[in-house]
C-alpha cells in the first residue's frame, strides 16, 4: 500500500512563500498521475496542480497559474509544490494524491488513489 505524507504547510504573510512537500513510501500499484488539491472551510476540494508522467502534462487551477509549480523528485520519491505571491484566499488543508492510471482531466479528484492527510496553508492579509 502506498502511504504519502505532506509537509512545509504553515502561517504566512500575504505575498510569501510556502513549499509543499508530499514524501512516498511503501509499495503499490504503478503511478501515472500525482498532484495536489487543496480545502478552504465550507468550501469543496479543488484540484490545484497535477501532473502526468505518461502524457508528460502538467495542469494548473487558472488561481494559481504563474503562482505555484508542481515538481518532483523520483529518487527521493518525493512531490513538491512551490507557492508564491501567496494569497489569503489560498488558505486551505492541501493534500498530495496519486493515481494508478492516467486521465484526461488530472485536476479531477475521481481518478486517484491514493491520499495523504493533509497540511494546513494559512496566508494572513
Known amino acids: 500500500q502506498v502511504q504519502l505524507v505532506e509537509s512545509g504547510g504553515g502561517s504566512v504573510q500575504a505575498g510569501g512563500s510556502l513549499r509543499l512537500s508530499c514524501a512516498v513510501s511503501g509499495n503499490g500499484h504503478e503511478i501515472y498521475v500525482v498532484g495536489w488539491f487543496r480545502q478552504a472551510p465550507g468550501q469543496p476540494r479543488e484540484g490545484v496542480a497535477a501532473?502526468?508522467?505518461?502524457?508528460?502534462?502538467?495542469a494548473y487551477a487558472d488561481s494559481v497559474k504563474g503562482r505555484f509549480t508542481i515538481s518532483q523528485d523520483t529518487a527521493k520519491q518525493t512531490l513538491y509544490l512551490q507557492m508564491s505571491s501567496l494569497k489569503p484566499e489560498d488558505t486551505a488543508m492541501y493534500y498530495c494524491a496519486l493515481g494508478s492510471g492516467d486521465w484526461y482531466d488530472i485536476l479531477s479528484m475521481a481518478g486517484y488513489d491514493y491520499w495523504g492527510q493533509g497540511t494546513q496553508v494559512t496566508v494572513s492579509s
Open positions: 501532473m502526468s508522467t505518461e502524457r508528460s502534462h502538467t
